[in-house]
T-cell receptor, first 116, second 112 residues
Framework: DVKVTQSSRYLVKRTGEKVFLECVQD?????MFWYRQDPGLGLRLIYF???????EKGDIPEGYSVSREKKERFSLILESASTNQTSMYLC???????????????FGEGSRLTVL | GQSLEQPSEVTAVEGAIVQINCTYQ??????LSWYQQHDGGAPTFLSY????GLEETGRFSSFLSRSDSYGYLLLQELQMKDSASYFC?????????????FGQGTELSVKP
């Protein structure tokens, strides 16, 4: 089974801190994604990457950056955390082969970040 | 841009059939997917429609009409464990590395 592992399930940070959220997948997937999930707003795409060292902005990239130095790892960085970044962050991956065209993403369990 | 509309809440009783609708507006369309998310859990893939028509997987079916920019998820023989949030999403593996845009989600409550 595909496994997407997010490093921290719960984090509490202070305003202005730099925050790293790590995500690792074990299925050699080309594509990786970071979403945030807020009540009533669904899942909103922050950034995605379709190859090592490649990144593309999603719908809400402001205040975030990402890093993909290795194929299996995709990191989300909050350079200076703010209270409006308190949210659930979900990492996902998908392959360019295998279940081609099915639109299937594999999600991690999520990282719930609270910024005080 | 892309946007999706789905009802925020649906309530049904055990054993019943429920339909969750999804309408979308998108500049490029590569398929409609459905995901299930239980409270506190990760979203999991349920189904995908790349072409018009009905796709059936056990108790769940999904339908797409591209001419109407509309789809639905049909859940039959509802069980208590079906209580969850259901998200429709547009995109696909050929579209920008498999990027998906999600709707706001429909919270399904199944009552005894």
């Amino acid at each position: 089974d595909v496994k997407v592992t997010q490093s921290s399930r719960y984090l509490v940070k202070r305003t202005g801190e730099k925050v790293f959220l790590e995500c690792v997948q074990d299925m050699d997937h080309e594509n990786m994604f970071w979403y945030r999930q807020d009540p009533g707003l669904g899942l909103r795409l922050i950034y995605f990457s379709y190859d090592v060292k490649m990144k593309e902005k999603g719908d809400i990239p402001e205040g975030y950056s990402v890093s993909r130095e290795k194929k299996e790892r995709f990191s989300l960085i909050l350079e200076s955390a703010s209270t409006n970044q308190t949210s659930m962050y979900l990492c996902a991956s998908s392959g360019a082969s295998g279940r081609v065209g099915t639109g299937e993403l594999f999600f991690g369990e999520g990282s719930r970040l609270t910024v005080l | 841009g892309q946007s999706l509309e789905q009802p925020s809440e649906v309530t049904a009783v055990e054993g019943a059939i429920v339909q969750i609708n999804c309408t979308y507006q998108t500049s490029g369309f590569y398929g409609l997917s459905w995901y299930q998310q239980h409270d506190g859990g990760a979203p999991t893939f349920l189904s995908y429609n790349g072409l018009d028509g009905l796709e059936e997987t056990g108790r769940f079916s999904s339908f797409l009409s591209r001419s109407d920019s509309y789809g639905y998820l049909l859940l039959q023989e509802l069980q208590m464990k079906d209580s969850a949030s259901y998200f429709c999403a547009v995109g696909g593996i050929y579209n920008q590395g498999g990027k998906l845009i999600f709707g706001q989600g429909t919270e399904l409550s199944v009552k005894p």
